[in-house]
Structure formats: structure tokens, C-alpha cells
């Protein structure tokens, strides 16, 4: 099993910049991929960004890129997704995901370990 929790989410203004933390504890020698996902109001969760966590590699969904950052501290066992240049619709519950399998990680499907989430707001 792999638990997650993430924080750092808040009340940002538009224009600002937040940085979720997705601490891992448990089973973490197996994981392969974080992903990050949010959900915003009324809407489907979507896939912001994933990390492979042996490599170093990150991907993100095209809308959010040259925004949004992963990064990983192996020795914490934390993935960290550093958000710039925030707008109102960036406002969502932000999941982080783990999943122990070699998938690309863009799907919900591709993930079995998910945390609780964390509120991001960004005012306009």
C-alpha cells in the first residue's frame, strides 16, 4: 500500500504562485509514476502532470505547460507541483496519484493509490 497526503493549497490571488506538496509513505519502492489530477467545480477530474519517479522525466497536459512544474525529493518521498502565473480557472481540488505500473500516467485508470486532495482557489 502507498499512502498519499498532499498540502499546500490555498487562496492565491490571479497572478500568483502556489507549490503542492504529495508526501508518500508505505510501499514506496515500487512506485513508478506520481501523477497530479484536479477537479473543479461541476466538472470531470483532468489530468495536470505526471513525474516518473526513477527518472526524473515529467509530462504535463499541453494547456499547462511552461506553468506548471513537477519536481521530486527522492529522500522524502515527496513530488512537489510548483504552479505559476495562476488564473480563476485554474480553481479545483488538486489529487496526487501513484501507480506501481509502467503506464504513461495521463489516464485516471492508470493510477490505484490516490490521496484526498487539496484546495486550490485563485480569485480573479
Known amino acids: 500500500q502507498v499512502r498519499l497526503v498532499e498540502s499546500g493549497g490555498g487562496l492565491v490571488q490571479a497572478g500568483g504562485s502556489l507549490r503542492l506538496s504529495c508526501a508518500a509513505s508505505g510501499r514506496t519502492v515500487s512506485t513508478n509514476t506520481l501523477g497530479w489530477f484536479r477537479q473543479a467545480p461541476g466538472k470531470e477530474r483532468e489530468f495536470v502532470g505526471a513525474i516518473r519517479w526513477s527518472a526524473d522525466s515529467a509530462y504535463y497536459t499541453d494547456s499547462l505547460k511552461g506553468r506548471f512544474t513537477l519536481s521530486r525529493d527522492i529522500a522524502r518521498n515527496t513530488v512537489f507541483l510548483q504552479m505559476n502565473s495562476l488564473k480563476h480557472e485554474d480553481t479545483a481540488v488538486y489529487y496526487c496519484?501513484?501507480?506501481?505500473?509502467?503506464?504513461?500516467?495521463?489516464?485516471?485508470?492508470?493510477?490505484?493509490?490516490w490521496g484526498q486532495g487539496t484546495q486550490v482557489t485563485v480569485s480573479s
Open positions: 496519484a501513484a501507480t506501481e505500473r509502467a503506464a504513461r500516467g495521463t489516464e485516471e485508470s492508470d493510477y490505484n493509490y
